[in-house]
């Protein structure tokens, strides 16, 4: 696995370049995430490829770090929503509750990928939060 910072200096045409090939992989990235409505495996490969370039993105453009984060949090947080989704539905008698908030982080999640590939293109950094 390599290291960021790389140990030899890059020049900035070349800098420049690794952040945009950077850029159109974090919009692959948000498609994949959307195309979850189609097929949840996108959404693991979309999640392994920004555990993935989280430190060059870091490294090259804080910009394009912030959109890597804010997919992650998504991710882990749609995860644990689901989950304790799952676990209401398992319990028959709050399945109705189980189903509200699969509706509600199915609409959130949403959001958040819209959200963020506007702000992407737009070449805005995403909130911490």
Known sequence: MSEY??????SSAE???????????VWI??????ATIISGFTLIIGVIMAHIKEKEAAFLDPALASHISWL????????????????????VITAP???LITLAAGIWF????????LRLH???AMPAG
Do not use: D, Q
């Open 15 to 25: 800098a420049s370049h690794r952040a945009e090939k950077l850029r159109r992989l």
């Open 122 to 124: 737009r070449g805005r």
């Open 72 to 91: 992650i949090r998504t991710f882990w947080w749609a995860l644990a929503w689901s989950v304790a989704a799952a676990v209401l539905y398992a319990l």
């Open 29 to 34: 990235m948000y498609i994949l995430f959307a």
């Open 5 to 10: 910072p790389p140990s030899t200096s890059v």
């Open 110 to 117: 949403m959001y958040r990928v819209i959200r963020g590939a």
């Open 97 to 99: 509750l189980g189903a």
